[in-house]
């Protein structure tokens, strides 16, 4: 499956936010978005297509 860097990033980005506005509704639940690190595996594909180019 291909998903491009910047929809997984905003997904993860999107879900931590979601957490943490769950969470503030809830006075006993403490969640505080810090830091985040991802690791992504890279794969380039030369693209044999009309189109000649790189997919990331």
Do not use: H, I, Y
Not at 20 to 29: E, G, K
């Amino acid at each position: 499956m291909d998903v491009p860097l910047a929809d997984a990033v905003a997904a993860v980005r999107d879900e931590l936010l979601e957490a943490a506005a769950r969470a503030s509704d809830d006075p006993q639940v403490v969640f505080a978005v810090g830091p985040v690190e991802m690791e992504f595996e890279v794969e380039l594909r030369a693209n044999a297509k009309a189109k000649a180019g790189f997919k990331l």
